[in-house]
């Protein structure tokens, strides 16, 4: 039994030589093996041919859960964010988000800096494809119009950073913290931009498998629900770096 | 998950070079590449090609031994086989990975799933 054992977890001499061709055997046995760490480098975009006979370049990814990241070549909102899911909510507040709404399909609308992104409800039978071109066209009319991207009254009716800070911080303390301290987690507002919230998940939110699901469901929806005009709310957490997880996700490196 | 079948590395090298042969890590296998041209010296172009057909969980770039190896840029192309017929995840992509240090402790994550697809619209 023990030598049996001993010939299922011991790096023996018979182990190593099954190691197949082409791998480093004589480093491998002859150095000392040390345990490296993982570190990632930044990705970049790679180089596409611009649509330089279009004039305004918009990209467009298309995400999981009927999501259509745009990205244009130039600001469309500076200092503030704007996030919607209705037609007639974004008639009042906002030219762009009521143009891209026009087009049907569409469930909300997010605008932050030179991003568009756009989620499906679902029940458009064209494709996503088709969805992306049909609102990057809408994009590109809406800058060469020359409107602004949001009314004179949405801008009037913001609040400060002061009071979405206060009434954000007020749903931390009493609502998310007390929800999700039985997986030892813990959110932290660690600044409010405009009405752009960022947060941080720490304890055993950081690098949890469930974490985007906790944002999304738990976290954006009561944020929401006490300050309506909440643009952007966005995670800054290294969930790489996490060394409690309540859930593990499998696949070391990729995001919640 | 997709076999990686071929793996090209472009690494353009930094001020600090390595003084040896690269290796890369699949699921924790040390490998040498198939193919390496050019050098890894100070501000030198280093092509390198590995055929591993594995299916990878973990892929790293192994840093050196001792000091340290300053990259500027890598661009890295997967070649992958897939057991689906979607015309959408065919061919091979190509991911372009920013400036990074590596040391003895470290090593370089290289495995990425293919992005999705980007479209001018």
């Keep these: 039994m023990a030598t049996w054992f001993a010939k299922q977890v011991s790096p023996t001499a018979e182990i190593r030589s099954a190691v197949p061709p082409g791998l480093a055997q004589t480093e491998a046995s002859s150095a000392p093996q040390t345990m490296r760490r993982t570190i990632y480098a930044p990705i970049l975009p790679v180089q596409t041919a611009a649509a330089t006979d279009r004039g305004i370049r918009i990209t467009a990814q298309l995400l999981p859960y009927r999501k259509i990241a745009l990205v244009v070549d130039r600001p469309l909102l500076s200092g503030i964010s704007y996030w919607c899911t209705s037609q007639t909510e974004a008639a009042r507040c906002s030219p762009l988000a009521s143009a891209l709404f026009a087009g049907g399909g569409v469930e909300s609308i997010l605008l932050h800096e030179t991003n568009v992104t756009v989620t499906l409800d679902g029940t458009g039978e064209e494709s996503r494809d088709t969805a992306a071109q049909r609102f990057g066209e809408t994009i590109r009319q809406h800058l060469e119009s020359g409107r602004a991207a949001m009314t004179d009254a949405f801008l009037a009716g913001l609040p400060g950073e002061e009071q979405i800070r206060a009434s954000l911080q007020a749903v931390i303390d009493a609502e998310v913290n007390p929800s999700i301290a039985g997986h030892s987690g813990q959110i932290t507002l660690t600044a409010v931009k405009g009405n752009t919230a960022y947060i941080k998940m720490g304890g055993g939110c950081q690098g949890c498998a469930s974490s985007g699901l906790t944002l999304r469901i738990g976290v954006e929806q009561a944020f929401r629900a006490a300050v309506p005009m909440l643009g952007a709310l966005l995670d800054e957490t290294d969930h790489s770096a996490g060394d409690n997880p309540y859930f593990t996700n499998p696949a070391p490196g990729s995001r919640a | ?121």
């Design chain 2, 1 to 121: 998950m997709p076999r990686l079948d071929m793996l090209q590395l472009t690494i353009k090298v930094g001020e600090r070079g390595l003084g040896r042969n690269p290796r890369y890590e699949i699921n924790g296998f040390d490998l040498e590449f198939d193919a390496i041209e050019g050098g890894c010296g100070p501000n030198e172009t280093l092509k390198l090609v590995g055929k591993p057909k594995r299916f990878p969980r973990s892929m790293t770039l192994t840093g050196p031994d001792e000091g340290c190896w300053d990259i500027k840029e890598i661009i890295a192309t997967y070649h992958v086989a897939t057991a689906d017929f979607n015309a959408n995840d065919s061919g091979p992509y190509t991911l372009r990975l920013g400036a990074v240090t590596l040391d003895a402790e470290t090593k370089l994550n290289l495995w990425y799933e293919r992005p999705p697809p980007l479209l001018e619209v």
